[in-house]
C-alpha cells in the first residue's frame, strides 16, 4: 500500500508564498514522476506543475514564473514553492505520482488527500 502525505497548505495575502510538501510513503521501488494538481470552486481538477525522476518540469502556464517544483528522490519527496501567490490560485493542491511498488512490475498513480491554498486580497 502506498501513500502520498501533503502538507504546507494555509490561508496568505496575496503577494504572500506558500511551499507544499508531498511525501510517498509504503514499499516503493521507483517512482517515475511526481506532480501537483489544483481544483478550484466550480472548476475541473488541472495540472499545475510535474517533476520527473530525470528533472525535467513543466508547469501551467498560470505558474510559470511563480511557481517551482522540485524533488527529493531519496526521501520520495515532492515541494511546490509558491511565489506571488494570486487570488486565483486558491484551489484545493493535490499530490500525484506514478509509480512501482516493490512487488512490481507495473506503474500505477496514486494520489493525496489534497490541501487547501487559499489566497485573500
Known amino acids: 500500500q502506498v501513500q502520498l502525505v501533503e502538507s504546507g497548505g494555509g490561508l496568505v495575502q496575496a503577494g504572500g508564498s506558500l511551499r507544499l510538501s508531498c511525501a510517498a510513503y509504503?514499499?516503493?521501488?521507483?517512482?517515475?514522476?511526481m506532480g501537483w494538481y489544483r481544483q478550484g470552486p466550480g472548476s475541473q481538477r488541472e495540472l499545475v506543475a510535474i517533476?520527473?525522476?530525470?528533472?525535467?518540469?513543466d508547469y501551467a502556464d498560470s505558474v510559470k514564473g511563480r511557481f517551482t517544483i522540485s524533488r527529493d528522490n531519496a526521501k520520495n519527496t515532492v515541494y511546490l514553492q509558491m511565489n506571488s501567490l494570486k487570488v486565483a490560485d486558491t484551489a484545493v493542491y493535490y499530490c500525484?505520482?506514478?509509480?512501482?511498488?516493490?512487488?512490481?512490475?507495473?506503474?500505477?498513480?496514486?494520489w493525496g488527500q489534497g490541501t487547501q491554498v487559499t489566497v485573500s486580497s
Open positions: 500525484n505520482a506514478s509509480l512501482v511498488m516493490a512487488t512490481g512490475p507495473h506503474e500505477y498513480v496514486y
Open positions: 517533476i520527473r525522476r530525470g528533472g525535467s518540469t
Open positions: 509504503g514499499s516503493i521501488r521507483s517512482i517515475h514522476a
